[in-house]
């Protein structure tokens, strides 16, 4: 069965450190990959998706993922956090890419100044 | 990107009563909007599948009897909880399908009482 793992449950940096989220796929072939941020209040936002091609996307708000196949990964990655970068940040695998998302357990970011 | 609406944003009930959320989508068409479920600090959990004019597909466990889905309209797709009890307070959330992507609603947070 498909499944996405995110191991870290809740992550706190200082705002200006870097960033990673660790995120884990099971699944036989290469899904469609996603990372999603949640805001209290707000909508999921989609950060960056990866479908093929280049293993190192771009995402918006200066967010960046790297798919590596031999690991089943798709870690999120900032330079920089800023203090709005606090959310929750959650992985998602569309593994028959006909638009059916499994999630995973979301990593909670806290930045301290 | 496109915008999705959710209504009403909170909502607060008896039990044995039905609850209806909208899930709108303002400025695109979809023809699949898929309904999510999440508990407090977990992940989102797919429950079904809408497609405009057709039965909603359901997740395994999902009642459908309990948790009725309409997609009417390419824009609009409601999900009603009936005979809803304590255990369906949650947060549901709706996404629209389109341009390879979902967008999300803000949600909708029920409490019954």
């Known amino acids: 069965a498909q499944s996405v793992t995110q191991p870290d449950i809740h992550i706190t940096v200082s705002e200006g450190a870097s960033l990673e989220l660790r995120c884990n796929y099971s699944?036989?072939?290469?899904?469609?990959l996603f990372w999603y941020v949640q805001s209290p209040g707000q909508g999921l936002q989609l950060l960056l998706k990866?479908?093929?091609?280049?293993?190192l996307v771009q995402g918006i708000k200066g967010f960046e993922a790297e798919f590596k196949r031999s690991q089943s990964s798709f870690n999120l990655r900032k330079p920089s956090v800023h203090w709005s970068d606090a959310a929750e940040y959650f992985c998602?695998?569309?593994?028959?890419?006909?638009?059916?998302?499994?999630f995973g357990q979301g990593t909670e970011l806290s930045v301290k100044p | 990107g496109a915008v999705v609406s959710q209504h009403p944003s909170r909502v607060i009930c008896k039990s044995g009563t039905s609850v209806k959320i909208e899930c709108r989508s303002l400025?695109?068409?979809?023809?699949?909007m898929f309904w999510y479920r999440q508990f407090p600090k977990q992940s989102l959990m797919l429950m079904a599948t809408?497609?405009?004019?057709?039965?909603?597909?359901?997740e395994q466990g999902v009642e459908k009897d309990k948790f009725l889905i309409n997609h009417a309209s390419l824009t609009l797709s409601t999900l009603t909880v009936t005979s809803a009890h304590p255990e369906d307070s949650s947060f549901y959330i709706c996404?629209?399908?389109?341009?390879?992507?979902?967008?999300f609603g803000p949600g909708t947070r029920l409490t019954v009482l």
């Open positions: 990866y479908f093929s091609g280049d293993t």
């Open positions: 699944y036989g072939a290469t899904p469609y």
């Open positions: 809408s497609n405009e004019g057709s039965k909603a597909t359901y």
């Open positions: 996404s629209a399908s389109g341009m390879d992507e979902q967008f």
């Open positions: 400025d695109f068409q979809a023809t699949t």
């Open positions: 998602a695998v569309d593994g028959n890419q006909g638009g059916k998302l499994i």
